[in-house]
């Protein structure tokens, strides 16, 4: 059985650049965590993941982290295998997003 996999392309849309932008998606094998640096307003970079066997759907977390942000109400923890540098503790945003594989 081959495995289904999906492209998807998570864009900046904060209306000044963000200091940390993580992208956590699963791969067949473990989880992987890409950061954006600095990442622009408009800026995107495209991601392939792995779809889940049995229900057609991939599920992708975005965390996003800025000094800006509230440090009371924006408390998302990202998780331990993504590279967070050393120091780093910007209050983080999380949005999880379940992206459609295929029609079956």
């Known amino acids: 059985m081959a495995h289904s996999t ?3 392309a998570p864009t900046q849309t904060w209306p000044q650049s963000v200091a940390y932008f993580y992208t956590n998606f699963p791969t067949w094998f ?3 965590c890409t950061l954006s640096n ?3 307003q408009g800026e995107s970079h495209t991601v392939v993941t792995s ?4 229900a057609n759907i991939a599920i992708i ?3 996003v982290s800025d000094p800006s942000f509230d ?3 924006d408390n998302a923890v990202v998780p331990d295998y ?3 540098p050393h120091g780093m503790n910007y209050p983080t ?3 999880t997003f379940m992206i459609k594989c295929y029609d079956p």
């Open 51 to 54: 779809c889940m066997p049995n």
């Open 38 to 40: 600095d990442m622009a």
């Open 71 to 73: 440090q009371d109400l």
């Open 82 to 84: 993504c590279y967070k």
């Open 30 to 32: 473990d989880n992987h």
């Open 93 to 95: 945003v999380q949005f």
């Open 61 to 63: 977390d975005i965390f």
């Open 6 to 8: 999906v492209a998807f």
